[in-house]
């Protein structure tokens, strides 16, 4: 099993900062990607940023040269820093990976619990 803890979360004001964390545990062989997603209620949800095991990274267009994703690849962790906060960032956090898990041959993707993100006005 692969269990996904997210941490983070808090309610911030507008041009604020916050740093979500992501730890990976389990029966993991190795990771291919890892990510975080976003929701708004009534809404979709929203690639935020993706991080793959060599480092590239990719933004959502609403989020570049704010937000920064970043991964401790001996930790299974991924973290997502966060500044210049606007309202419109507020939404529920998921993290989502991609991995192997020990013993697997297909890649399989995880989701965790989410983490909740307010920003104020």
């Known amino acids: 099993q692969v269990q996904l803890v997210e941490s983070g979360g808090d309610l911030v004001q507008a041009g604020g900062s916050l740093r979500l964390s992501c730890a990976a545990s389990?029966?993991?062989?190795?990771?291919?990607?890892m990510g975080w997603y976003r929701q708004i209620p009534g809404k979709q949800r929203e690639l935020v940023a993706t991080?793959?095991?060599?480092?590239?990274?990719n933004y959502v267009d609403s989020v570049k040269g704010r937000f920064t994703i970043s991964r401790d690849n001996a930790k299974n962790t991924v973290y997502l820093q966060m500044n210049s906060l606007k309202p419109e960032d507020r939404a529920v956090y998921y993290c989502?990976?991609?991995?192997?898990?020990?013993?697997?041959?297909?890649?399989?993707?995880?989701w965790g619990q989410g983490t909740q993100v307010t920003v104020s006005s």
């Open positions: 989502y990976v991609i991995l192997y898990q020990i013993g697997a041959t297909i890649p399989r993707s995880f």
């Open positions: 389990g029966s993991i062989a190795s990771i291919v990607v």
């Open positions: 991080i793959t095991s060599g480092g590239s990274t």
